[in-house]
């Protein structure tokens, strides 16, 4: 089954504004991380948020997480051109190996 | 900061060649992956890897694939007979605890280019 489902596939806004990442999962998970993705540096956790937390921030990360709906949402805040960069969302399995499962992604474009 | 290094950053070979991608994992960390990403597609993961043993694989990694920590500190991906299809980002991420559990840590990757 599809894990991690993220929305909108691609965000355009200008610098100074917030932006918004939506992501679904459908199985039950103990945590679920964002990444993000720049062709020099690979992936890039951004943070991680449990399953009993409802929110969590990071500077100008904010993390929501409803685990009746089977959702998370990624906010940053005041984004800046470098922000640029696609965006997932990643749920661990519950085995020993605990892979991570990705999503297609959201590509944010954020212009000066 | 510690970091997952990864080498080559590229690797071109023909088809039907081994090719095997190189990585350095977080010191002290204890599981290890292999993922990788077609481009245009989502990462996908192929092979996780503890206390010297494989502890799950996807279905992609089938007997053209195997993993090896030759020694303290490298863990590698060889694919035996490159196909076409094989042609991905590569990445290789580390866990200090069970991958679950907490975030891993990507390496940069290794473009596969197979002609």
């Known amino acids: 089954s599809q894990q991690g489902e993220e929305d909108p596939q691609a965000l355009s806004i200008q610098e100074g504004e917030n932006a918004t990442m939506n992501c679904s999962y459908k199985?039950?998970?103990?945590?679920l991380q964002w990444y993000r993705q720049n062709s020099g540096r690979g992936l890039v956790h951004l943070i991680l948020?449990?399953?009993?937390?409802r929110e969590k921030h990071s500077g100008r990360l904010r993390v929501t997480l409803d685990t009746s709906k089977k959702s998370s949402s990624l906010l940053i805040t005041a984004s800046r051109a470098a922000d640029t960069d696609s965006y997932f969302c990643?749920?661990?399995?519950?085995?020993?190996?605990?892979?991570?499962?990705f999503g297609q992604g959201t590509e944010l474009s954020v212009k000066p | 900061e510690p970091e997952v290094t990864q080498t080559p950053s590229h690797q071109v070979t023909q088809m039907g060649q081994e090719v095997i991608l190189r990585c350095v994992p977080i010191s002290n960390h204890l599981y290890f992956y292999w993922y990788r990403q077609i481009l245009g597609q989502k990462v996908e993961f192929l092979v996780s890897f503890y206390n010297n043993e494989i502890s799950e694989k996807s279905e992609i990694f089938d007997d053209q694939f195997s993993v090896e920590r030759p020694d303290g500190s490298n863990f590698t991906l060889k694919i035996r007979s490159t196909k076409l299809e094989d042609s991905a980002m590569y990445f290789c991420?580390?866990?200090?605890?069970?991958?679950?559990?907490?975030?891993?840590?990507f390496g940069p990757g290794t473009r596969l280019t197979v002609l």
């Open positions: 991420a580390s866990s200090g605890v069970a991958g679950g559990s907490n975030e891993q840590f």
């Open positions: 990643a749920t661990p399995t519950y085995n020993q190996g605990g892979k991570l499962i």
């Open positions: 199985t039950s998970i103990n945590n």
């Open positions: 948020i449990r399953s009993n937390e």
